[in-house]
T-cell receptor, first 113, second 112 residues
Framework: NAGVTQTPKFRVLKTGQSMTLLCAQDMNHEYMYWYRQDPGMGLRLIHYSVGEGTTAKGEVPDGYNVSRLKKQNFLLGLESAAPSQTSVYFC????????????FGPGTRLTVT | SQQGEEDPQALSIQEGENATMNCSYKTSINNLQWYRQNSGRGLVHLILIRSNEREKHSGRLRVTLDTSKKSSSLLITASRAADTASYFCAPTGAGGSYIPTFGRGTSLIVHP
């Protein structure tokens, strides 16, 4: 099993450009999450999903949209990138939300200039 | 949200020494998880302790939980250079707030 994979690994955007980050998991997990990690800030939850076709806002959802059209995929979109969105983005999945350990992807390093 | 706060923020020790990291949280929990993050990598789950457990072991890891003090500790015994990483606790709240929330972590450096 590949576990949780993220595409792309690195990306540089100009302010105002859009992009989509793809997260895929092959563990048949119901729950999926998007986090961002900034220096000194820890991980902050952007959006999450408790099942196919569902999404919910996390701690810092502004400027991002998500979709979960297939159980194994969770997409994170930036419609109009801003320098404040320069960060490392991590996707995670878990079997169940409560008491379920999370499996993380390797991360996507995004720079917005 | 239920967020853990790790302490200390940074810890530097010599190989062979024990490393202790602490986590505090504010509301009742269902369980508490510890994760490790090597530089530039995603987080890796280490151990989960449930709210009705007081201590749990996994290899060189020992986790304690004191729900009356709303705190947990992670002890790494006989540390190795390969233990160098950031460590995060993730309390999972009781009563519906089941999304684990991560604090800023403890950065551990183990000198060979």
């Amino acid at each position: 099993n590949a576990g949780v994979t993220q595409t792309p690994k690195f990306r540089v955007l100009k302010t105002g450009q859009s992009m989509t980050l793809l997260c895929a998991q092959d563990m048949n997990h119901e729950y999926m999450y998007w986090y961002r990690q900034d220096p000194g800030m820890g991980l902050r939850l952007i959006h999450y999903s408790v099942g196919e076709g569902t999404t919910a806002k996390g701690e810092v959802p502004d400027g991002y949209n998500v979709s979960r059209l297939k159980k194994q995929n969770f997409l994170l979109g930036l419609e109009s990138a801003a320098p404040s969105q320069t960060s490392v983005y991590f996707c995670a999945s878990s079997m169940i939300g409560q008491s379920g350990e999370q499996y993380f992807g390797p991360g996507t390093r995004l720079t917005v200039t | 949200s239920q967020q853990g706060e790790e302490d200390p923020q940074a810890l530097s020790i010599q190989e062979g020494e024990n490393a202790t990291m602490n986590c505090s949280y504010k509301t009742s929990i269902n369980n508490l998880q510890w994760y490790r993050q090597n530089s530039g990598r995603g987080l890796v789950h280490l151990i989960l302790i449930r709210s009705n457990e007081r201590e749990k072991h996994s290899g060189r890891l020992r986790v304690t939980l004191d729900t009356s003090k709303k705190s947990s500790s992670l002890l790494i015994t006989a540390s190795r250079a390969a233990d160098t990483a950031s460590y995060f606790c993730a309390p999972t709240g009781a009563g519906g707030s089941y999304i684990p929330t991560f604090g800023r972590g403890t950065s551990l450096i183990v000198h060979p």
